[in-house]
């Protein structure tokens, strides 16, 4: 099972920014996705398509249906500047892809 | 607030054995539910799901790397640990252990990360 995401997205500050994933039927599972700034560890920003972990802002929002699932950045700011990787499981085995580099400026 | 943190070597010749170890902290490691993995990252690459322990001991790892990896709890340290054996340039990277609640969870708990590089 593979999951694909596009290798880069730009966006100016204080627009939206969408980031995809698609995979076949992904809608059927459920889908995470990561923040990762440069030297850090991966952070959980969605999980379960749509929810949000405790302390993520409310501007990061997620939906998966059919083939894609969408990251979502409203209002989207510098520091929101990362590489994003969405995730699923696949019959016990995780799956990322391959990661997006979210560009802000 | 479950924490961990990887020890080991950054470096391993080649044909060795990897050994990494993951200490928890904050948390049982043999707290109903939980899961303990592995993700590695190459330089500049994505992340690449290794492998996890569930609650009750089951196993499941990458198929491309399936032949080669152990992982492990050792309950006494509140520890898991990762074993992968015939080691190669292409295994140079960041090695995270992470941890997510119940099967099918997302990885909730991160590491921060060691980087594990061959030597010549």
């Known amino acids: 099972y593979e999951l694909t995401q596009p290798p880069s997205v730009s966006v100016s500050p204080g627009q939206t920014a969408s980031i995809t994933c698609s995979g076949d039927?992904?809608?059927?599972?459920?889908a995470s996705w990561y923040q990762q700034r440069p030297g850090q560890s991966p952070v959980l920003v969605i999980y379960?398509?749509?929810k949000r972990p405790s302390g993520i802002p409310e501007r990061f929002s997620g939906s998966n249906s059919g083939n894609t699932a969408t990251l979502t950045i409203s209002g989207t700011q510098a520091m929101d500047e990362a590489d994003y990787f969405c995730?699923?499981?696949?019959?016990?085995?995780?799956?990322f892809g391959g990661g997006t580099k979210l560009t802000v400026l | 607030q479950l924490q961990m943190q990887e020890s080991g070597p950054g470096l391993v010749k080649p044909s060795e054995t990897l050994s990494l170890t993951c200490t928890v902290s904050?948390?049982?490691?043999?707290?109903?539910?939980?899961?303990w993995g592995w993700v590695r990252q190459p330089p500049g690459k994505g992340l690449e799901w290794i492998g996890n322990?569930?609650?009750?001991?089951?196993?499941f790892y990458n198929p491309s790397l399936q032949s080669r990896v152990t992982i492990s709890v050792d309950t006494s340290l509140n520890q898991f640990s990762l074993k992968l054996t015939s080691f190669t340039a292409a295994d140079t990277a960041v090695y995270h252990c992470?941890?997510?609640?119940?099967?099918?969870?997302?990885?909730?708990?991160w590491g921060q990360g060691t980087l594990v590089t061959v030597s010549s």
């Open positions: 992470a941890s997510g609640y119940r099967s099918g969870s997302p990885f909730e708990y």
């Open positions: 904050g948390g049982s490691i043999t707290s109903t539910g939980f899961y």
């Open positions: 322990i569930y609650y009750g001991g089951n196993t």
């Open positions: 039927q992904l809608g059927d599972k459920f």
């Open positions: 379960h398509d749509k």
């Open positions: 995730q699923t499981w696949d019959s016990n085995t995780a799956i």
